[in-house]
Structures are given as C-alpha cells and as structure tokens.
C-alpha cells in the first residue's frame, strides 16, 4: 500500500516538473535568445561602421546567392508568380540593403546644430547612437522583404535584432530561419519561430525597440504589452487605402494602374487601393475600361493565369468571400474554395454601412462608392480613420492641392499606385489608425533604429566663461538683461556653405600674403646691388 501510494508521488511529482517545465520553456528560451543578443551588444562588436558594412554586404549576398530559394519558398505560401515575388520582394530588399551600403558612412556622421551667442565657440551636435536589441515581428504577406527590410535600419544604426518571422507563411519562415545564422552574427541576429502562444511570451521579455508590421488588431496587442516596458515601437498596420478618380485622365493608363496595384499579391497588400471614389460617369468610363485591362492582364480567365495568386488561408478566404455579397458585382465574383481563389472582382452600388466599406479588404475585391465631385470625396475620407496610402487620379492642380492640403494620410501618390514605395528617399509608415512611431526606408530607417543623443562640449576659455558668468549668483537685473540678449533666438544668416567658403577665403589671403613676403624678401635683395 505504501509503495504505491510512493509510486503514486513520485509519479505527480515527475508530472508536476514536467508540466512547470513546459510552461517555462518558451520563457527560458527566449530569455535566453535575449541574453545573447544583449550580451553581443554590450560587447560593442555591432557599433564599427566597418562591422555594419560588412553585415549588409552579407545579407546581401544571402538574397543574391539564395534568391531562388527564398522565391520557391514565398511561391509555396501564396501561390504567387516568380516574377513578382522577385520584383517586389527580392529586388526591392537588395535595393534597400545597396542604398544603406552606398550611403552608411554619411548617415554616422554627427549632425551639427545651431548654437546661441554664449556657445558660439563651443561643439554642438547630434549624435546617433543604437538603441540595442530589437524586436522584429514580420508578417505573411511579404514574408521576405518585410522581415528583412527593417533589419536593414537595425544593421546600419548599429543595434542587435531578433526576428519573429510570420508562422502563416510557413516555408519563408524556415528558410529565413536557416539561411540568416549562415549570413549574419549569429549572436547578434537570431530568428526565433513559433505562433501567437510563442509571440506572446516573447513579448513578456524585455527590449529596446519593437517593430511590427501586421493588423492594427494585433498591432493594440503589440502597444500594449510595449508599454509595459515603455518601449518604443514602430507599429506598420493598414487600412483603407482610399482611390479618387476623374474623368481627366487617361481611363485606360489609370485603370491599368490602379488595377496593378490592387492584384499584387491578390490584393494582400497593406497600400493595395481598397475602394474608387468617382461620380456615375467616370464609373461607368472605369468599368468599361476594366474589362479590357483584364483581359490584357490574364488573356482569359484569370483562374488559369500563372500570374495571379492565392488567398493566403481558408479563413481569410471566407472572409473576403464574404464581402461579394455587398452591393452588385459588375465584373468578376468567381470563387474557388480547393484553392482559396477569388477572381479580380470589381463592385458597385455600395454603401458606407455595407461590411465591404468598413473592413481593410486585402483581397482581389475593389468597390466604387459614389461621390459627387473631389470636395464630396475628401469629407468622406476624413470622416474615416487616415489611410495608409491615399491615391489621386486626376490632372488638375487645383484637385490635386485640395487632397494634399485638406486630407491626412501617411502617404500620397498621385497617378499611380504603390510605385511610391521604390523611392527608399521617401520615409513610408502610416498616420493614427494605420500606424505609429518612426517611418522607415532608406535614411529614415537608420534613424528610426538610432537615438538621437544631443552633445554639447565646452571648452575652458577664460574669455568666453566672462561672457557666460551672468548666470552665477548673486543675480541682478543689469546681469539678466545681459544674459537674455546672449541666449536670444535669432535668425540665422550664415549660410550653410560658410564654413567652406572661410576656409577657401583664408587660403587665398594667406596665398596673396606669403606673395607679398617672398615679393619683398626679392626686393631687399635686389636694392643693395642696384644702390652700387
């Protein structure tokens, strides 16, 4: 009786270790995965600008030498064509990672500032340092260059990183697992994988700044378990990219354009243009062109096109598949559920209380709400939460000044769309709604990943600590009045090339003096020959 009620104990003890230490494990890893991140930073190895170069030189090379792979890899999560998985995720990545390399040297350098009459001869300037370990949480539908793409910023502004690809797209999450400890520190950039269980208890560990890029209903998720830390974050969401569009375009251009950027990835894309606002004619003009894009796209049916993807899962599948039912379907509407398809599908005679208007689509759907003219439009895009990107499709200056000035948006692209984004000079991020925190891309990446330390350094000059010692007790108003007219703000008049043009004036004064000394040195040498 005594053995098996020992047996019995020792059985719940085992048990009770073995449950403690499975809902420990994923803690312990990634606490561990942090430790050796801040560890490797402490260390300095990530600060050299030679280290960083040579970061981005590797990743590079990854993309180059394993493009195909990771191509296969995206191909198998969202069925998509090879030439587009090159164009926008690869090519677009290594653009962005060449950018840093050309450009990296320049970006470290100290920023200098204004300074007041009191600091004149002072060091005054920006210094941008790493804030240190960095979060990374990719997502699915750009699994490549929206994971990689932010850990170029985290690479040039020095800092360490740990990237949680997306576990929706399973295949470019193992490769991106396997290949970057090949390319990368592996200390200073680790890939840590799993779903929302593993996600939230990475998010109970301590860093120094988070980047993410998902929906804005994981990204509230994301802020809150930020702010515990007070972390600073970056936060990438979406929305409804709104479309305005007038009869003073080329309807076909337009129409070829709007509808590119709307099928890209089969609509799953955070910039695709989510709905047209046009009157009834330009409509009835857009539906009409359509057609004949479409059938210049696809030569058929898109169905059996290798050039347009699939809906990422079943339940988003349904989702989208949902919105069909929203107002009247003028072109498309043919689904497949083996496959997730859902045709390029374009709907009219929507309303604002239809689902369709209110979700972020992300699929193949593009709905036209109907407004009177552009004054109609902005009212109903800023009744609406501001969009990630806002597109304008006219020729009309004054149409054009009228979105730009009156509507907010995180960015603006006028006669096209998401070609914006291959600029990596323009900072890309969203406003309230679609997103928050620093903008990303090209330099402002780099200055997303860096803190921005203000420094000061002063001298000891005798002369100028007289001019500055009306701040030392005991006070009076004759000190004050001194005081108040060094520290004023004024404007500043000298120009930004100043001091290369001291340097080029002092030269030719020192050329034309020491002209002057040899000329006269010549001459005393001549007089006494000339006076025998």
Same mark, same amino acid.
């Given at each position: 009786?005594?053995?098996?009620?020992?047996?019995?104990?020792? *059985? @719940?003890?085992?048990?009770?270790?073995?449950? &403690?230490?499975?809902? #420990?494990?994923?803690? !312990? +890893?990634?606490? /561990?995965?942090?430790?050796?991140?801040?560890?490797?930073?402490?260390?300095?190895?990530?600060?050299?600008?030679?280290?960083?170069?040579?970061?981005?030189?590797?990743?590079?090379?990854?993309?180059?030498?394993?493009?195909?792979?990771?191509?296969?890899?995206?191909?198998?999560?969202?069925?998509?064509?090879?030439?587009?998985?090159?164009? *926008? @995720?690869?090519?677009?990545?290594?653009?962005? &990672?060449?950018?840093? #390399?050309?450009?990296? !040297? +320049?970006?470290? /350098?100290?920023?200098?500032?204004?300074?007041?009459?009191?600091?004149?001869?002072?060091?005054?300037?920006?210094?941008?340092?790493?804030?240190?370990?960095?979060?990374?949480?990719?997502?699915?539908?750009?699994?490549?260059?929206?994971?990689?793409?932010?850990?170029?910023?985290?690479?040039?502004?020095?800092?360490?990183?740990?990237?949680?690809?997306?576990?929706?797209?399973?295949?470019?999450?193992?490769?991106?697992?396997?290949?970057?400890?090949?390319?990368?520190?592996?200390?200073?950039?680790?890939?840590?994988?799993?779903?929302?269980?593993?996600?939230?208890?990475?998010?109970?560990?301590?860093?120094?700044?988070?980047?993410?890029?998902?929906?804005?209903?994981?990204?509230?998720?994301?802020?809150?378990?930020?702010?515990?830390?007070?972390?600073?974050?970056?936060?990438?969401?979406?929305?409804?990219?709104?479309?305005?569009?007038?009869?003073?375009?080329?309807?076909?251009?337009?129409?070829?354009?709007?509808?590119?950027?709307?099928?890209?990835?089969?609509?799953?894309?955070?910039?695709?243009?989510?709905?047209?606002?046009?009157?009834?004619?330009?409509?009835?003009?857009?539906?009409?062109?359509?057609?004949?894009?479409?059938?210049?796209?696809?030569?058929?049916?898109?169905?059996?096109?290798?050039?347009?993807?699939?809906?990422?899962?079943?339940?988003?599948?349904?989702?989208?598949?949902?919105?069909?039912?929203?107002?009247?379907?003028?072109?498309?509407?043919?689904?497949?559920?083996?496959?997730?398809?859902?045709?390029?599908?374009?709907?009219?005679?929507?309303?604002?209380?239809?689902?369709?208007?209110?979700?972020?689509?992300?699929?193949?759907?593009?709905?036209?709400?109907?407004?009177?003219?552009?004054?109609?439009?902005?009212?109903?895009?800023?009744?609406?939460?501001?969009?990630?990107?806002?597109?304008?499709?006219?020729?009309?200056?004054?149409?054009?000044?009228?979105?730009?000035?009156?509507?907010?948006?995180?960015?603006?692209?006028?006669?096209?769309?998401?070609?914006?984004?291959?600029?990596?000079?323009?900072?890309?991020?969203?406003?309230?709604?679609?997103?928050?925190?620093?903008?990303?891309?090209?330099?402002?990446?780099?200055?997303?990943?860096?803190?921005?330390?203000?420094?000061?350094?002063?001298?000891?000059?005798?002369?100028?600590?007289?001019?500055?010692?009306?701040?030392?007790?005991?006070?009076?108003?004759?000190?004050?009045?001194?005081?108040?007219?060094?520290?004023?703000?004024?404007?500043?008049?000298?120009?930004?090339?100043?001091?290369?043009?001291?340097?080029?004036?002092?030269?030719?004064?020192?050329?034309?003096?020491?002209?002057?000394?040899?000329?006269?040195?010549?001459?005393?040498?001549?007089?006494?020959?000339?006076?025998?």
């Amino acid at each position: 009786m005594f053995k098996r009620t020992q047996n019995t104990l020792e *059985t @719940e003890i085992i048990n009770r270790e073995s449950l &403690i230490q499975k809902k #420990i494990k994923m803690p !312990t +890893e990634y606490f /561990k995965v942090l430790q050796t991140a801040r560890k490797a930073f402490a260390s300095g190895v990530t600060k050299p600008v030679k280290f960083r170069l040579q970061q981005l030189e590797s990743l590079l090379k990854l993309c180059e030498e394993n493009e195909e792979k990771l191509i296969e890899a995206v191909k198998r999560d969202l069925k998509k064509s090879k030439i587009e998985i090159r164009l *926008t @995720e690869l090519e677009y990545l290594k653009n962005e &990672i060449r950018g840093a #390399i050309y450009n990296l !040297t +320049e970006w470290v /350098k100290p920023q200098s500032t204004e300074k007041n009459l009191v600091l004149l001869m002072d060091d005054s300037f920006i210094h941008s340092e790493p804030f240190g370990v960095v979060l990374i949480i990719g997502p699915w539908n750009y699994p490549v260059q929206l994971s990689l793409v932010p850990l170029v910023g985290v690479i040039s502004a020095g800092n360490c990183a740990v990237i949680k690809p997306s576990e929706i797209s399973e295949n470019a999450a193992e490769v991106l697992a396997e290949l970057l400890p090949k390319y990368l520190h592996q200390d200073c950039y680790q890939v840590v994988k799993g779903g929302v269980p593993e996600t939230t208890e990475l998010l109970k560990e301590k860093f120094d700044y988070i980047f993410f890029t998902g929906s804005t209903t994981v990204g509230k998720i994301i802020y809150q378990a930020a702010a515990k830390n007070l972390t600073p974050v970056t936060l990438e969401l979406g929305g409804k990219s709104p479309v305005y569009l007038d009869d003073s375009v080329n309807m076909d251009m337009a129409c070829r354009r709007i509808i590119w950027g709307k099928l890209l990835s089969l609509g799953q894309t955070c910039v695709a243009p989510d709905y047209i606002l046009c009157n009834e004619e330009v409509q009835d003009l857009f539906l009409k062109s359509s057609k004949k894009v479409l059938a210049e796209f696809f030569e058929g049916d898109p169905i059996d096109s290798p050039d347009i993807g699939r809906i990422i899962n079943d339940r988003n599948y349904k989702r989208v598949q949902s919105y069909l039912k929203d107002g009247n379907i003028a072109i498309g509407g043919k689904t497949r559920d083996e496959d997730q398809y859902i045709a390029p599908t374009i709907l009219t005679g929507v309303k604002n209380e239809h689902q369709v208007m209110k979700d972020e689509i992300f699929g193949p759907i593009l709905p036209i709400y109907l407004v009177k003219d552009e004054d109609e439009a902005i009212n109903y895009i800023n009744e609406n939460e501001k969009p990630l990107s806002l597109y304008v499709f006219s020729t009309k200056k004054n149409i054009i000044n009228k979105f730009m000035q009156k509507t907010t948006s995180g960015s603006l692209c006028v006669n096209d769309t998401v070609i914006h984004l291959t600029i990596d000079a323009l900072p890309f991020g969203g406003v309230g709604f679609s997103g928050l925190g620093s903008k990303y891309h090209g330099k402002a990446s780099f200055d997303a990943f860096s803190n921005k330390k203000s420094v000061l350094i002063r001298n000891f000059n005798p002369i100028l600590e007289k001019i500055a010692s009306d701040r030392y007790p005991p006070f009076s108003e004759a000190k004050s009045s001194r005081l108040r007219f060094l520290l004023k703000k004024r404007k500043n008049y000298i120009p930004s090339c100043f001091p290369y043009l001291a340097v080029f004036v002092l030269g030719m004064m020192s050329i034309v003096i020491l002209k002057i000394v040899f000329n006269a040195a010549d001459w005393n040498d001549k007089l006494p020959k000339i006076l025998q």
